[in-house]
Structures are given as structure tokens and as C-alpha cells.
């Protein structure tokens, strides 16, 4: 969930806080639908239409990042928030717990923060067979441990059977901010180099092959992973060129490029044929008519770098495991603002927008 | 490296008749070329492809779009009878965010009906086999392309004796639309790009009315950036040569005789309705497929009470007019404003092969400045 | 109406003889044989895949041809004419058959 980058208010200025009323809202739906969580412009508008408005400072201008940056009496702390809602819980590469803590991690290192410590909600179905609990929760365990994070609390509530698919499971994590990264969508500028981690697609297309409603089979797993070493790499050999990073999880690359088009005011150019793909992903998405692009990852990055920065970036990236496929993918330009357009090797050219609601296969 | 795909999207190849298209377009000449198959649409604007051919060459979107051309009224029949207790409602990905007039599938979805999304009608059925309990309506779409395997779905159900499915059959031909289109006063064309996928089950020969009674080329079409290139080539050439022809670019696929058993398997489960009504076109005379008696216990048509209730289009949204192809997606007064992908008014901006939709996603901020993202009115 | 794949058989059922295992560049799919019973494809064999069925063998002679012409695209209009399927700019009629 997208947090504010505001000041926490200390009691002093807790007066100063409540007279400062909320915004209007201006979400103007009359209820919520499933599209309104699937990471895509619904979303967009439920957040910022209602969401901020009553929720968050009026002070702030600054665009909706992954996690908040705050200071307390000079002690800067990263938090981060997120749920997990995922079906099946377990497919090849992974399962719910290790998203959850992956995740949370991730959310944090794209801000430019190592997570430090995790407290985790379990929403639970009645019903639910204690063995997967404990494959989830131990798999949760394995993934704290191996990303070097603390889980130092958590809360379990027991809703009835059908009110949870199994289990929900929500985080919050702390962390410190690295030294020498500044992440600000508004620094970005034309001539900046769009930087990717990996090839793309892997993990949507996993949980979708592992629905079992498709019938179809491939030799793909999840990659979930923790892609804070990637960004300790990267900081570590060019910190101060990294103006902008995401990790493009639900509605995909589309989806995050979208996003920082639009909080930096530029269009953002992508060279197809250098994005990275696995054939099995790229099977499974011109059989049933989808877009790599608009598929979630939960192991990849996504970067913008000072154009003299790119190379040493991709380089230190190439060096650090799993990051071999990183690739630059396009740059950053000053026309079409705030929108993302794909060019083929041919001189063809299509925008690629961010999705209503989940990708849906096709057969037309 | 895809086999049959990538060879047909190769750069240098498609630069060069991308070349021959310019060198072969007269200057003095406005060519408008329609390609018939939302499959094709959909691919120009995916590959780009219109930025790649001179300025006096305009691509026609034509009404093979069997998503667009359905009318919301039989969505809403297909969702009363999924409606019943204990029935799922199963379709193709496609279905699922077409509104009815009480909302789309998937928002029935969200409110608790049994709804799934199938790759093959043949889920659907084995739907049936693993709930035996429940009752499974498969919302049958498409053109010939798709019918077939509807039709061998319903043999083998019956075969099975499978007695808990049933098809909503909303299957429609081809030719009827392309006569409307050639039909309509207000239409000017030089020439057709062919439904490639289409004529794999029907041959080449139903086309050859247009070249000997129309007297325009035609070129049976594959889907990857060269077969379109290729098939304007063949276009443009015979334009030159004062020819009109069926051409079949797609031979590496498409039979010129059709799909004989896939022609039988329709024959045996299918026949023509009278008439069907097409959004955008109005009713055309047999049109569209409907189950035979002797499928009967298989047709969800005859098994449930269904509503029938004709809705009509808003009268601002000119869906028919952007469907035949005499205005452009942009050209009609809601694109972009009322209806857009988000919130859908017509068919056309719903399916994502819908000439406004493939328009809206694809094209029409290229070279637009920076516009905000306002919630909807 | 039109979302059609090429995929290769690679494996068959001897109890099935109307379905096929075709595999897409790794993501494999049981896919029905019943359009193309009065010619089976087999082992090895191209098929255009579509919701699940096999609409069509695919030719790799014409596929090839194909691929020929098209790189022959923009040379000489005589040498274009001896290519099959271009015979325009000789007397043939205009009507199909």
C-alpha cells in the first residue's frame, strides 16, 4: 500500500495535526469492486480519492511511494505495509509466507531501506488444517532468516469458514534507510535509463498455471526472492545516480512505469526486444492473449538511472546473483508525458497502459 | 524462439515490405483497406504496424469482433439462467467484463454467482463431469473459427451422456457481416484483408463473391506482422493490376477447401437461426447458429427460461457506425470521455480486439501531452 | 475468433487418439485432434492450436516458401513473377476458381 511521506507528528503538534481538516473525497463509485485491489487504475482512484484525502497530512505533496520515510527527532525509519491474498497458497517456487516476507522486505529496499524487523497479522479460516498453517508459518521463518529480518511480533484473528481464502496475511515492516539513496519519483528527467532486473512474467503466470482452471503445464516457478541485495549492490556502486526504484509486483512493469510517468510528468520509452522473457512465459502469454508486461513479479526490480550512471548500475547488478538477465530497457523522455510506449526493433510503436482489473485470458 | 512466429516478425524482412507497400501506394490514390477480424485489428496496434505503412493507406476496422457484435440483451440472458440455483456460468476470459445491464460477469462474480473462466469449451464439460451436483452453462462466443470446437464439445457430450451442460450458443458466420458492411451506403473500400483463422474451418472459396460480384482483392490474412504486410502487398498489387481475386497469403495454414470435418461437426450440432441481431448492425438473416433439435437437451435455449429482452444502445454511442467502419474509434462523441476500457459503454471498448478498446490502449496518447487521470463523471 | 498458436504434438495417448499432448516453446496443453480426424497429425507433427483444438496442420514447405518470397521482397518485378502465388502481371482472369 502506497504511504505518504509525511512528518510523524510529535505531541506538540498533535493540535496542529487535528485542525488541519481532510480533503474532500472525491471517489465517486458507489461501492467497491474487485478491480478496485488489483493494482491497476481503479485502485489508483480508490487511494488517492479516498483514501488520502481523510487519511493522510493535506501538507504533503509528495507522490504515494511503497513506503513511508520518517523522522523522529532525527532518527531516520523506514516503515512499509502489506497484505497477502494469494490462491493457491502454495505453487512451484513458493508459497503465501514467503511472499509475505519477501514482499515486505522488497517494499522497504526499493525505498532505499534494509527491513530491520516485521510484525505479522494471520487471518485465519476455520477450517483451515493446522499442517498448512505450519508449512506456511515455517516457510515464513525460513524466509525471515534468510532475508536477515527480525519477525518480532504478530496477531492471529479466526474468522468463519468462508470469510478467508485459508489465510490472509498482513506485515508491517521497519527498516533503516541506506545511506548515499535518494528515492524521489520527482527527480526523474529526460535522458534517465530504465533499468530491469530479470526476465518478467514468472511469477504471474505461475500462480495462474497453478489455478489448475487453464490446464496447461510449464516448467515455471515463482521467483519471489528478497531484492535487497541487489539494491545494496546498486547502491553501493552508483547510490547517487539511482533516482527512482519499484519492484513491479501486481499490474506488472505497466503498471509501475505508468505510475512514475505520471508522478514525474514524462513518458517513458521501452525497446521491446530488450526485455528479458522466459520462453515458457512468453508461451503461456501469446496462448492465452496476454501482456509480460502487465504480469506480476515478486523477484525483480525496477530502476530509473542518471544516464551516466546506467551501465555501472546494470554491471553491479549483473555481478550480484540472480541479477545476470538485468538489462537497461528504455529511457526516460520529455514526450508523451506521464505515458509508456513500447517500440519494436521494426520502427513499430503501441503505449502500454496500466490494466483496469487482473489480466484475463483471451481467445479472440 | 517460437516456431511459425518469431520467422514472421522479423525486423529487416518487415522493413522491406514495409518498403514495397510505399513503393507499390499511388500517390494520387486514398486506399482504404478493411480488415475484417478483430484478431487482425488488435495485432496492427499491438505490433504498430499502421506506423509502418505511407499516410494515404488507411486501415478499416471491420465487425469481426464477436464480443462487440453481441447485444447486451444476450448477456443478460446468459446471466439469468446462470442466475438459478446450482448453475455455473462458464465462458472464455473474454466474456468476463462485457457489461449487462446489471453488470458483467465478473462483477455477478463479486456478488456470489458461480462464475469461470475456461481456455476450451472442453473445460467447460469436464466442469460438468467434476460437479455433478451442478448444472454448467458454457456462454458459447465466435465466428467459424471458434464454432467447431463448441460443436465437437456438444458430440462428445452427448456421446458421454453427460446430462448436467448445456451451451448458450451465441456463435455468428462471417459472410452475413462482410455483405452488411458492402452493403452500407456509406461504405467505400478498395480491398479486404481476410480472416485467416476463420478460413481454416471455411476455405477461401466463400470470399469469392466479393473479388467476382464486389470486384475487390482480397487476401486471406495470417496474424503476424509479415502476414499483414504481405497480404497489403497482395492487395495493393492486384489494385495496380486493375484485378479483384481471392489470395490466400495464410497457405502455410489455411486449407483452401476448408476444414472438412470441422464443417461436418457444425452441420451436425448446428443450423442457421432465421435471424440474429447484431449490435451495431441490426438484424441480419442467417447470421448466427443456434443447437439442432437433436442436441435440444444440450441447449441452454430450450432447457431454462430465457428473459429475451432486447436492450438497446445508448442513442449517443455510435458503435455501429466505428463497427462498419465509417467512423474511427476517436471520431465517436463518448470515446474517451463516457466510454473508455474503465467504464465501457459500448462492446467495442470492452473487448480487447474492439476497435475502440485496441484504439484507446494502444494508439491515441501517442503523441497527446500529459492528461489527468479524473475519477469518472 | 482469431487467438490461434502453433505448437508441436509431442506426445500421444494410444487410449486417445483425438487428443495430443502439444507443447508452446515449454507450456504444454492436452489439446483435442477431433477437427483434423479425417487426416491425424502425429508425433512431431505443427498444429495451429485454438481454445484448445487443433484447427490445422501446419505446412513447413509453405512456411518456408513463404518466408522466401518475402525476403525477396523489393528486388526485380521479373524475378517476383516467377514466384507462385504472384502470377498477376500475366493473362490470368480475374475471377477465382
Known sequence: MPQNNAQAPDASSLDGVRSNLPSPVRFREPQIEMAHGAGGKASRRLVEGLFVPLLFSSSSSEPLGDAAHLDFDGTRIAITTDSFVVKPLHFPGGSIGELAVNGTVNDLAVSGARAEAMVVTFVLEAGLPTPVLEAEVRAMGDAARKAGVRIAGGDTKVVEHGKADFMYITTTGIGRPLPGLTIDARSVRPGDKVLLSGPIGDHGVTILLARGDLDLEADLRSDTRSVLPWVEAMAKAAGPGIRWMRDPTRGGVATSLNELARDCGCGILLTEESIPVHDAVRGACELLGLDPLHIANEGQLLAVVAPEYADTTRHALSLSPGGENARIIGEVRQQPAGVVVVTTSYGGSRIVDMLVGDPLPRIC | ?377 | MCLAIPGQIVELYPDSPTAALVDVVGVRRRVDLGLLQDELPTMGDWVLIHVGFAMSKISEEDAADQMRTLRMLGEAEAAMQEVEGYGLDNAESAKAD
Open chain 2, 1 to 377: 524462439m517460437m516456431k511459425f512466429v518469431d520467422e514472421f516478425r522479423e525486423p529487416e524482412a518487415i522493413t522491406r515490405a514495409s518498403e514495397e507497400i510505399k513503393r507499390l501506394a499511388d500517390p494520387t490514390r486514398h486506399y482504404r483497406i478493411m480488415e475484417v477480424c478483430g484478431g487482425h485489428t488488435h495485432a496492427i496496434y499491438r505490433f504498430g504496424l499502421k506506423d509502418l505503412l505511407p499516410s494515404n493507406l488507411e486501415l478499416i476496422h471491420g465487425p469481426g469482433c464477436p464480443v462487440c457484435v453481441l447485444p447486451m440483451g444476450r448477456i443478460d440472458d446468459g446471466l439469468a439462467i446462470a442466475q438459478q440455483p446450482d448453475v455455473i456460468f462458464a465462458a472464455f476470459g473474454d466474456m468476463m467484463r462485457v457489461p449487462g445491464t446489471q453488470g458483467s460477469p465478473l462483477e455477478h462474480k463479486a456478488r456470489g454467482m458461480d462464475v469461470r473462466i475456461v481456455y476450451s469449451p472442453t473445460d467447460a464439460l469436464k466442469l460438468a463431469h467434476t460437479n455433478p451436483d451442478k448444472h454448467v452453462m458454457f456462454f458459447a462466443i465466435g465466428f467459424e473459427t471458434t464454432a467447431p470446437s463448441t460443436a465437437l464439445t456438444l458430440v462428445r457430450a452427448k456421446a458421454q451422456g453427460v446430462r448436467n451442460f448445456s451451451v448458450f450458443c451465441n456463435h455468428v458466420t462471417i459472410i452475413p457481416a462482410i455483405r452488411a458492411i458492402l452493403d452500407s451506403p456509406d461504405m467505400r473500400l478498395d480491398g479486404f484483408i481476410g480472416p485467416g483463422h476463420v478460413s481454416t474451418v471455411i476455405g477461401c472459396r466463400p470470399y469469392e463473391w466479393i473479388a467476382q460480384n464486389e470486384s475487390k482483392p482480397v487476401a486471406v490474412s495470417g496474424f503476424e506482422p509479415l502476414d499483414i504486410l504481405q497480404s497489403i502487398v497482395m492487395v495493393l498489387r492486384q489494385l495496380r493490376a486493375g484485378k479483384a481475386r481471392i489470395e490466400n497469403q495464410y497457405k502455410r495454414v489455411v486449407p483452401w477447401e476448408g476444414n472438412r470435418a470441422a464443417l461436418r461437426a457444425m452441420a451436425e450440432v448446428f443450423e442457421l437461426r432465421p435471424y440474429f441481431e447484431w449490435r451495431g448492425l441490426g438484424f441480419i438473416s442467417q447470421s448466427a447458429l443456434r443447437i439442432r433439435q437433436t442436441y435440444a437437451e444440450w441447449d441452454s435455449e430450450q432447457r431454462f427460461e430465457v428473459p429475451g429482452v432486447r436492450v438497446t444502445d445508448p442513442k449517443a454511442a455510435q458503435c455501429g457506425e466505428v463497427l462498419k467502419g465509417v467512423l474511427k474509434p476517436h471520431q465517436c462523441k463518448l470515446f474517451g470521455k463516457e466510454c473508455t476500457p474503465e467504464h465501457p459503454v459500448g462492446a467495442l471498448m470492452v473487448s480487447s480486439e474492439g476497435s475502440c478498446a485496441a484504439y484507446f490502449n494502444y494508439e491515441h496518447r501517442k503523441t497527446a501531452a500529459l492528461t489527468s487521470i479524473a475519477s469518472p463523471a
